[in-house]
């Protein structure tokens, strides 16, 4: 379970331009669920899509993972913390230009010292599994927007990681695109994932898949089916 208790986040705190995005929020989204955070703009869902992911700490309060409070870990256990739990697709995919497709899989794995040819076999399996095998050496950018997408939920799985955060993952996308990134969500939600996602897209919210679906507005909840 992903539990956060009274967290709040604020920007420059101290500050004359201080500016609270996310305030006083508790929450708590269960492991093997999908999970989807909607609102509208400046409503603190991405915000809170990083404090859910690590990517950044509370003000305030207490982000707890399973038994484990990560509020205050050093950022040396928190880089460790999301490289073996978190898997992360953002919303322009941050593929890296240049490299192919295999390249781009393997990156998060490769501070974790594994053989090259062990890494590399991984990334092809992932590759294969998202129909992606024939692409595996073409440069990123040679890749449609579908394409670069699956290599980017192929990279965020690269290290088995049991949670996946995705930013507007289906922004960017045409609905033939965003029902294929639904089904890949299926598919990932079968194998145990936790999947946390923001979305203002009636396409996935609507889609049946969601388990819970959290409503933010002004930093707050709002709602919460």
């Not at 500050?15 to 989204?29: C, R, Y």
């Not at 927007?145 to 939920?153: C, D, K, L, P, T």
């Not at 639904?182 to 979305?199: C, N, P, R, Y």
Request: glycine share 8%.
């Amino acid at each position: 379970m992903i539990e956060l208790r009274e967290v709040c986040k604020t920007y420059n705190d101290g500050q004359p331009n201080a500016f609270t995005a996310i305030d006083g929020i508790s929450l708590a989204l269960e492991h093997g669920r999908i999970s989807a955070l909607r609102g509208p703009s400046g409503s603190g869902k991405t915000t809170l899509l990083t404090l859910l992911g690590c990517l950044a700490r509370p003000t305030s309060g207490r982000v707890r993972i399973g038994d484990e409070d990560v509020s205050a870990l050093p950022e040396r256990f928190l880089t460790e913390l999301r490289r073996q739990r978190f898997g992360f697709v953002f919303q322009q995919f941050n593929l890296i230009r240049g490299l192919s497709a295999r390249d781009n899989v393997m990156l998060p794995a490769f501070p974790l010292g594994q053989p090259h040819a062990v890494l590399s076999a991984r990334a092809q399996a992932l590759l294969e599994r998202f129909r992606l095998a024939h692409r595996a050496d073409a440069p990123v950018e040679w890749l449609s927007g579908g394409e670069q997408q699956r290599v980017a939920i192929a990279r965020a799985l690269i290290n088995d990681p049991d949670i996946l955060i995705a930013d507007e993952p289906t922004a960017n996308l045409d609905t033939r695109l965003a029902e294929e990134f639904l089904q890949l969500m299926a598919e990932l939600h079968a194998d145990g994932k936790t999947i946390v996602l923001t979305s203002h897209d009636p396409l996935v919210l609507d889609s049946g898949l969601m388990h819970r679906i959290v409503t933010l507005r002004d930093g707050r909840v709002v709602d919460a089916q």
